[in-house]
């Protein structure tokens, strides 16, 4: 077999969750207004390959994937059919139910994520430390920073029971850069 044909089915599904949110993400941006909102779903997956050390093909694929429910017409049906159930199941957890009033919504939310595989746990602690270092970039500024902390400070609360290494890196990682904003 050719080096080139044997390199084509590397990581085959994480390369299509790429280019899929990169399409269902096309016409969004960031809260500056700038940044193409794409930019967050890569840096969410680079921070559990690269930061937390977690190479597993679908959780990078979910975390691809984990807003495509609540922020484009995409559904749940669209990504089990491309993606299979374990990736859809993943983000489907990511997902808040927005029709709920905001108290109730994020009870639920965290009830979903904390009866979820690990996973969505560790795509969640990177959302979140993603979300805390592009508060410098946010033109809300100061003012959405303990919004951000307080997601962090739930996300660590929940993944906290998880064992898996790469869990635990995620946990003090998140904790360390928590100390490091709110000490601003």
Not at 16 to 42: C, I, L, M, N
Not at 62 to 86: K, P, Q, V
Not at 144 to 156: F, M
Request: charge should be positive.
């Amino acid at each position: 077999m050719s080096a080139k044909r044997s390199l084509a089915g590397e990581n085959a599904l994480w390369r299509e969750a790429a280019a899929y949110a990169a399409r269902k993400h096309s016409a969004q941006f960031r809260r500056d207004g700038r940044t193409p909102y794409f930019a967050h779903v890569v840096r969410v997956a680079m921070t559990i390959s690269e930061v937390f050390d977690c190479h597993d093909e679908q959780t990078l694929a979910a975390a691809l994937l984990h807003d495509l429910i609540e922020d484009t017409t995409t559904d749940y049906e669209d990504i089990l059919e491309r993606f299979g159930s374990d990736v859809a199941d993943m983000v489907a957890a990511l997902t808040k139910n927005m029709a709920l009033p905001e108290p109730r919504r994020e009870k639920m939310y965290d009830q979903q994520i904390a009866a979820a595989d690990w996973r969505v746990r560790l795509v969640k602690l990177a959302d979140t430390y993603d979300n805390l270092i592009d508060s410098v970039n946010d033109p809300r500024g100061e003012k959405e920073l303990p919004r951000r902390l307080d997601a962090c400070t739930r996300a660590v609360k929940l993944a906290k029971r998880d064992r898996n290494p790469a869990s635990r890196r995620a946990v003090a990682t998140v904790n360390k850069l928590m100390k490091r904003f709110s000490s601003r």
